[in-house]
């Protein structure tokens, strides 16, 4: 392979990378907006009767829609379970993933998250 093809390769790696960080910016952004409008009733009725999603958001004290004690428990248990797992996964990545292709790169992550399976699953 010349070195021509390896710029080429690489800057196409590079704009697929980018394309992907700008949509997941993207999302990231629309969801904050939503998440911020939660307040706003109308939206979380849109979207579970336009796209089937039911969001269970853990509301403030003085919400109009208030959760009972034992929903808001169940919901503050869940999100503690699950920042508990993301930050044992993210804690196995390295600093660094060198990775010269997407696909590369989704196989390194993919091997963190099966390395965390297998260790919790044996131990």
Same mark, same amino acid.
């Given at each position: 392979m010349s070195d021509a093809e390896v710029m080429t390769s690489a800057s196409r +790696?590079?704009?697929g990378l980018h394309a992907i =960080?700008?949509?997941?910016?993207?999302? #990231?952004? #629309?969801? @904050?907006?939503?998440l911020k409008q939660i307040n706003d009733y109308d939206v979380e009725d849109d979207l579970e009767e336009f796209?089937?999603?039911n969001l269970k958001v853990i509301? /403030? *004290? *003085?919400s109009q829609r208030g959760d009972t &004690?034992?929903?808001?428990y169940i919901k503050q248990c869940t999100r503690h379970f699950i920042e508990t797992i993301f930050s044992q996964i993210t804690n196995r +990545? &390295? /600093?660094f993933i060198h990775a010269? =292709?997407?696909? @590369? !790169?989704? !196989?390194?992550v993919s091997s963190f998250i099966f390395s965390f399976t297998l260790e919790q699953s044996f131990l």
């Open positions: +790696f590079n704009r =960080t700008e949509l997941m910016y993207d999302l #990231q952004q #629309q969801l @904050g907006m939503i796209s089937q999603i509301r /403030k *004290k *003085k &004690p034992w929903v808001n +990545f &390295p /600093k010269v =292709t997407m696909d @590369g !790169l989704m !196989l390194k």
